[in-house]
């Protein structure tokens, strides 16, 4: 082992194993995402002063939506690693779309996922899409940190090659050179930093300007992504999309960062509209006829 590396920890991937039934960390990462969520979610719809005259869900349908999140992010997620990552693979072998067990999801594709079961969830319920999406927005940055930490012990999504970095982690499958371990800086700065973000704007904003704290969300995370990219090894099959390696932050474009010029397009965008009013109720919550919120 090179003198400036540390040992990757010997964790065992399955969590728990009950004869042929096995749970991976991966999943529990998933499992502790939604609940936290869920469970964060329904505080702050209970929280009166943050909504204003802005018609809120009620406990019952937060509970229904985190069913419509949960498939929103599963198959978004799986569908776009296959169109972003890796089609060519599947092309030549379909029925490895449906192998999840191996891996492969996208953060973008269960993000585009989780938007789309959102929107058609307040379409049927008569929500304010924004609301929700407002929502998912402070709470989405839970199960980042969770997901991020399974990739960290799965030893999955390493970092680049740094060999003069004090606490570079030579990964199992990451050959025999220390990396930068990446899945951390993600979980820091996506995860743990973003919630503190979200939670600070939360507490200014509330949700009485929809739109505003999930522009600032898409905004957040695709700098957190952006910056986290040049310390990330891109995947085999992809490489740098344009430029070549230069080192941390230095060259070097990945999937990652061109995914993420649109979304922090899209979050500027919404900042600005929520934030001139475009995106307000048009009347008052007394007129819309709406139940209350506790079930």
Same mark, same amino acid.
């Given at each position: 082992?090179?003198?400036?590396?540390?040992? @990757?920890?010997?964790? #065992?991937? $399955?969590?728990? %194993?009950?004869?042929?039934?096995?749970?991976?960390?991966?999943?529990?990462?998933?499992?502790?995402?939604?609940?936290?969520?869920?469970?964060?979610?329904?505080?702050? $719809?209970?929280?009166?002063?943050?909504?204003?005259?802005?018609?809120?869900?009620?406990?019952?349908?937060?509970? #229904?939506?985190?069913?419509?999140?949960?498939?929103?992010?599963?198959?978004?997620? &799986?569908?776009?690693?296959?169109?972003?990552?890796?089609?060519?693979?599947?092309?030549?072998?379909?029925?490895?779309? @449906?192998?999840?067990?191996?891996?492969?999801?996208?953060?973008?594709?269960? !993000?585009?996922?989780?938007?789309?079961?959102?929107?058609?969830?307040?379409?049927?319920?008569?929500?304010?899409?924004?609301?929700?999406?407002?929502?998912? %927005?402070?709470?989405?940055?839970?199960?980042? @940190? @969770?997901?991020?930490?399974?990739?960290?012990?799965?030893?999955?999504?390493?970092?680049?090659?740094?060999? #003069? !970095?004090?606490?570079?982690?030579?990964f199992p499958s990451g050959g025999p050179l220390p990396r930068h371990p990446s899945q951390l800086y993600e979980a820091a700065t996506e995860g743990f930093l973003l919630f503190v973000v979200m939670a600070l704007c939360v507490r200014r904003f509330g949700f009485r300007k929809p739109g505003l704290l999930g522009g600032i969300f898409v905004l957040g995370y695709a700098l957190a992504r952006t910056f986290c990219e040049f310390f990330r090894e891109p995947d085999r099959q992809l490489g740098y999309l344009f430029g070549a390696d230069l080192g941390p932050l230095g060259g070097g474009v990945t999937m990652g960062?061109?995914?993420?010029?649109?979304?922090?397009? $899209?979050?500027? %965008?919404?900042?600005?509209?929520?934030?001139?009013?475009?995106? &307000?109720?048009?009347?008052?919550?007394?007129?819309?006829?709406?139940?209350?919120?506790?079930?």
């Open positions: 082992m090179p003198l400036l590396a540390l040992p @990757f920890p010997a964790i #065992d991937p $399955v969590a728990v %194993a009950i004869g042929p039934i096995t749970i991976k960390w991966y999943a529990l990462a998933y499992i502790a995402g939604l609940v936290g969520g869920w469970y964060y979610a329904r505080r702050l $719809v209970m929280a009166d002063r943050l909504w204003g005259v802005v018609r809120r869900p009620t406990l019952n349908e937060i509970d #229904d939506l985190i069913v419509w999140v949960a498939l929103g992010v599963v198959l978004g997620g &799986r569908l776009g690693y296959v169109l972003f990552y890796n089609l060519p693979m599947y092309l030549a072998d379909p029925i490895e779309i @449906f192998a999840i067990r191996n891996g492969g999801m996208s953060f973008h594709g269960g !993000f585009l996922g989780a938007i789309l079961a959102m929107l058609i969830f307040a379409r049927a319920r008569k929500l304010n899409g924004y609301t929700l999406l407002d929502l998912a %927005a402070v709470t989405v940055p839970i199960g980042l @940190f @969770f997901g991020r930490i399974a990739n960290f012990v799965n030893g999955e999504l390493w970092g680049r090659i740094a060999p #003069d !970095f004090p606490y570079a982690v030579v960062m061109l995914l993420c010029l649109p979304m922090a397009l $899209v979050g500027l %965008a919404y900042i600005v509209l929520a934030a001139r009013g475009h995106t &307000r109720p048009r009347r008052p919550v007394e007129e819309a006829g709406d139940v209350p919120v506790k079930a």
